[in-house]
């Protein structure tokens, strides 16, 4: 598959960079967004991203999950038909919208050039930078695309604002931009050199993980406060959020399936120790409203044959993986061209599969976040403090409720 060919790549790409650069170290994930392929225009939900760049700088924002004092970037052309150009990229602490501090501007360079050119298919990872970070702070990566290029590697639902302007202004303190999205293009990860004993727990999921839901440009998201609490704790672990808005398990559309993407989302990562798994619900919700008119439902038991294929891989690579409850949609989309997401029939199969969830004992450990987020009084609903208003995704209350509820002993073992 392809992805799995990509996490090797990336794997490879790592010591072959380090090598051409003359340096030596080790690194860590600190912040990440799963690259994901545009899809066709049949498909409701319509992107945000322009189809195309050119002659323009991205700049985007990153709130870094771990500190380090240096780090390196990479990027994606995953699902591009044509080699990507970068013309030049910078990375810098992020200011106020699209400014920088310009003391702490860097130029990246790519085995010692100041451009790229990435295949189809492939990621690129920058030589690393000394640059100083805090755990919670954020970093500004811009990059230029002297030639037309494509957006068919992005991420749909970055919730961060990322700043598009006409030229190559990369090393710009700040830009005026001619545009702004809340998609992230090409940009796929930020690493930094591992504190001794650090570790990388992946969250691994659709839109409930990507933080669907939550205020834009706020770092709100679950994984957003659990990292938090990490922090606050001073336990050295870095939360990968590798949440995809739409996934699903057993199959693609918004972005490959579970099975598909788990070496490289997962499995790939440097120092991976854990990894959560909530995903489900789409497989689920999917079938039969207008996001997948002519599928067939699944049943509980072929979404538990998806967990236990991902199980067995998360053991065979001794990297824990804790079980995540699929959290009450009851009335998801009403009145939208979306209904029909939730039926009754469907909530039969999500109360089946968490049972499993709960009950089956082959997870490493299980996260209800059914019964956080539950209406006591109507278990087949969100309850409304938490409910940002379709009735599916979590509002800011509900995902730091959430991350409150996590056991960190469970996620992060005492030695």
Known sequence: MRCSVVGVGLFLALSVTGAAAGE?????????????????????????????LFNQTVREIAW????????????????????????????????????????????LTFGGKDSITVPPGAPAISDPVDLAVTPLSSLAVSLFLPQSSPTDTFHWDGKQTAFIAAGNQTAASDIKADATTLSRAF?????????????????????????????PDANHRWP???????????????????????????SDRLGANALARFDRDVLSQPHIAAVTLMMGINDIGWPGCALAPNDKEPTADDIIAGYRQLIMRAHARDVRIIGVTLTPFEDSFKGTPFEGY???????????????IRTGGEFDGVIDFDAVVRDPDHPSRILAAFDHGDHLHPNDAGYQ??????????LVPKK
Do not use: C
């Not at 390196?72 to 038909?81: A, D, H, K, P, T």
């Open 24 to 52: 030596s170290g080790d690194w860590i994930g600190a912040w990440s967004a799963s690259p994901q392929p545009l899809w066709t225009a049949d498909f409701p939900p319509i992107p945000t991203l322009p189809r195309l």
């Open 64 to 107: 870094l999950h771990l500190g380090g004092n240096r780090v390196r970037i990479v990027l994606s052309n995953e699902y591009g038909q044509w080699p990507l150009t970068i013309g030049e990229a910078h990375v810098a602490i992020a200011g106020t919208g699209a400014a920088i501090d310009p003391a702490s501007d860097r130029k």
């Open 187 to 215: 940009l796929s990860e930020i690493m930094v050199d591992a504190p001794s004993g650090s570790q990388a727990i992946a969250t691994f999921g659709d839109s409930i993980t990507d933080g669907d839901g939550s205020t």
């Open 224 to 250: 957003d406060f659990l990292a938090k609490r990490l922090v606050d704790k001073q336990i050295g672990a870095a939360i990968l959020n590798q949440g995809i808005s739409g996934d699903k398990v057993l």
């Open 342 to 356: 939730y039926t009754l029939d469907k909530e039969k199969i999500r109360v089946a599969v968490n049972d499993w």
């Open 401 to 410: 409720k959430m991350a409150e509820s996590i056991d960190l002993d469970m």
